[in-house]
């Protein structure tokens, strides 16, 4: 059973940072694409940013040059580092695995098997 666990979210100022962790259990980081994709309760899932197994990254342009993501494959950590946080950025953000959604150009859709329970990030001004 592949459980995604997220962590890091909180309470910020705009201009700090924060940085998010995805811990999998029953999923192996070699077995495709994973994201991080964000929702607010008015909007719709928005992709944030997605990696695959050869490094490959993508990135929403709202936070192009300020979020990065990475993982660290040995413990099964999936990283999203926010830096220069607008209140923009508010919203639950979501971490999920095993892309389904056929072409690498569409990591941005919601297109995923599994999604971790999320992490409230608020950004005041």
């Known amino acids: 059973q592949v459980q995604l666990v997220e962590s890091g979210g909180g309470s910020v100022q705009a201009g700090g940072s924060l940085r998010l962790s995805c811990a999998a259990s029953g999923y192996t980081y070699s077995s495709g694409s994973m994201g991080w994709f964000r929702q607010t309760p008015v909007n719709v899932r928005e992709g944030v940013a997605a990696?695959?197994?050869?490094?490959?990254?993508v990135y929403a342009d709202s936070v192009k040059g300020r979020f990065t993501i990475s993982a660290d494959n040995a413990k099964n950590i999936l990283y999203l580092q926010m830096n220069s946080l607008k209140p923009e950025d508010t919203a639950m953000y979501y971490c999920a695995a095993g892309f389904r959604g056929g072409a690498e150009t569409r990591r941005l859709d919601p297109a995923y098997a599994y999604w971790g329970q999320g992490t409230q990030v608020t950004v005041s001004s």
């Open positions: 990696w695959n197994t050869v490094g490959s990254t």
